[in-house]
């Protein structure tokens, strides 16, 4: 039986002299990114900033638009109001009320008195205070950052500290560039949001290994390779792989996007884009940058008899 293969064999792709092109374009949308970060900033949900959460189940389809013209004449200020699950099932958001604890309270009182006597069963209540919202965001700055410092360490033992300095490099593009998309979008930045970053990290991190697991293997086997033509080689030998592990993904991922509703739609968003720069930074940054930071301290092209015959041997490999 065939093999799927979505890249051909033995491909002799050029993707080194791109990084004339995406070295700039990935310095401008980081750039980019924390503008918008510092001047326009993350559209924080209730996770982080605090309010209320209501479940709520009826009796048949939800009418959502009537719902949210009900919890308008409450006049609390910012209302999301979200299908759940099934048809049935309702997620209410309500932005934190001034006037402490028991202001929160008073909207659940509020509630629960607008839709008594109209089938609506309450399912689940959740309180954010202020105190609690702070906690969670500096738990999750610490998160991304502990994780980052952690693969630091770990290339770092693994492979050489030109490696560790190219994969955090790398994480860090694609963490912040995801994060402007968060921005640009105003999509809700929550508790599921640092988890997608996290994923981000590690589906990123997992393609940038095995690109320079490659990278090392053929360092040792074509020492007199030009750098250039070994990075174009390992990246060539390890596309197939790289692609057909990205499309899977994808089509998971768009399927949760296209069915799962309205609640994880931006935790899905941010995922889809996330494997996608991940994708173009493990092949377009990452290994490129290793001629930055000077791996070998050559990149000439092959001399003599043994690098003439090196050379040879990587193109009809």
Do not use: C
Request: hydrophobic share 50%; proline share 2%.
């Amino acid at each position: 039986m065939a093999l799927l293969r979505l890249v051909p064999d033995n491909t002799h792709l050029k993707f080194m002299w791109l990084r004339k092109v995406s070295f700039p374009a990935s310095i401008l949308l980081v750039l980019a990114s924390i503008a918008l970060f510092v001047t326009v900033g993350l559209n924080y949900g209730i996770d982080f900033k605090g309010g209320t959460i209501i479940e709520l189940k009826t009796d048949g389809p939800a009418d959502i638009a009537q719902i949210r013209s009900d919890l308008g004449t409450l006049n609390l200020g910012d209302v999301q109001v979200q299908q759940f699950g099934g048809e049935d099932e309702v997620l209410v958001r309500v932005e934190e009320q001034p006037g402490g604890e028991l202001a929160q309270q008073a909207v659940v009182g509020q509630v629960r008195t607008l839709f008594e006597g109209k089938n609506y069963e309450f399912r689940r209540v959740e309180v954010i205070g202020p105190r609690v919202s702070s906690e969670l965001a500096q738990a999750g700055t610490i998160a991304v950052g502990v994780s980052l410092l952690a693969i630091l360490f770990y290339i770092w033992f693994r492979f050489e500290w030109h490696f560790a300095v190219g994969a955090i490099i790398t994480t860090a593009h694609d963490v912040v560039i995801t994060i402007g998309l968060f921005v640009i979008l105003q999509l809700d930045f929550s508790l599921s949001s640092i988890a997608a970053v996290l994923t981000i990290i590690g589906y990123s991190l997992n393609d940038t290994v095995v690109v320079y697991d490659r990278i090392r293997e053929n360092l040792r086997k074509y020492k007199k390779m030009a750098l250039s033509d070994l990075l174009d080689r390992s990246i060539n030998e390890t596309l197939s792989r790289t692609v057909l592990t990205s499309v899977t993904t994808l089509l998971a991922l768009l399927s949760l996007y296209t069915f799962g509703g309205e609640v994880i739609q931006s935790f899905t968003l941010a995922m889809i884009f996330g494997i996608l720069i991940g994708t173009y930074s493990s092949i377009f940054i990452a290994s490129p940058i290793l001629i930055l930071l000077n791996l070998r301290g050559d990149g000439k092209a092959p001399d003599g008899e043994e690098g003439a015959a090196e050379a040879k041997e990587g193109v009809q490999a």
